[in-house]
């Protein structure tokens, strides 16, 4: 399905009846990610997800959006859809940002929290920012000199590959969006999340390491940490069976 909201097209699913779930992607993915998540939540919940402006088939925002105009269309989307209540969100990597900053702004209000290797932490920040502004330097020379311009790709993927994050390379027209969204360090939002926390992390989660999940801990007011062993990033995927129990065990 897809709606308009605030002139933009939103491609969304609304799926089971009951108590409102609000399932938000990763950057790079889209809502079919949650799609074995979805089936069972299903069962005693109301599921809403949505593809993020950008992702998906939902279009490219005209502008470079921030966070916050993430965390803004997604609560005018669920007013769209005369949803008054939301029991809770759950959102992997940058949808934990627009969680993080919608809460933190009033314009999301779950009454519960759970972040899967949830982005919004600046513990690595400096390293990586060093890194895309080495890479644009390299991305400007070799326009100058072609020779360089010839091997430019092949260099510039083994960078960003070195540097443990493909999604800046493969954003493609959402480059300055991306920019925009791992620039803001969200560490104060995360204090003003005092609702009941379940972070999931996986122990091999090179995209949001586990001292990001450490340093969201020790800022919630009401929060709790559940590590996965030898899982990465996409935690709920890799280990599914180990993340509905947790899941189960929070939210009903």
């Keep these: 399905m897809k709606i308009l909201v605030d002139g933009q097209l939103i491609e969304y699913r609304d799926e089971g009846s009951g108590r409102v779930l609000l399932l938000l992607h990763g950057w790079g993915s889209n809502l079919n990610t949650f799609d074995q998540i979805t089936s069972h939540l299903v069962q005693n919940f109301r599921v809403i997800r949505l593809n993020f402006p950008g992702f998906g088939k939902s279009p490219k925002p005209v502008d470079d959006w921030s966070v916050r105009d993430y965390a803004k269309n997604t609560r005018d989307l669920l007013n769209k859809l005369k949803i008054q209540e939301i ?30 290797g949830a982005a919004g932490i600046k513990s690595r920040q400096p390293i990586k920012k060093n890194i895309y502004k080495g890479i644009a330097k390299v991305g400007k020379l070799a326009t100058s000199l072609p020779v360089i311009n010839k091997i430019q790709p092949a260099l510039r993927k083994q960078l960003y590959s070195t540097s443990g994050n493909m999604d800046y390379l493969n954003s493609g027209q959402m480059q ?7 620039n803001e360090d969200l560490s104060s939002e ?30 919630l007011h009401r929060g709790r940490l559940v590590v996965i062993p030898d899982a990465g990033h996409f935690v709920y995927t890799e280990s599914y069976d180990k993340v509905i129990k947790e899941l189960d065990e929070f939210l009903i």
Excluded: C
């Design 87 to 116: 029991y809770a969100v759950i959102a992997h990597s940058f949808g934990g940002r627009v969680v993080i900053k919608g809460v933190g702004l009033n314009y999301l209000q779950p009454q519960k929290v759970v972040l899967i």
């Design 176 to 182: 300055k969006i991306f920019l925009n969204a791992i």
């Design 190 to 219: 995360v204090l003003l999340i005092t609702q009941p926390t379940l972070l999931i992390w996986g122990s091999n989660d090179i995209e949001t390491p586990l001292s990001d999940a450490n340093l969201m801990l020790k800022s």
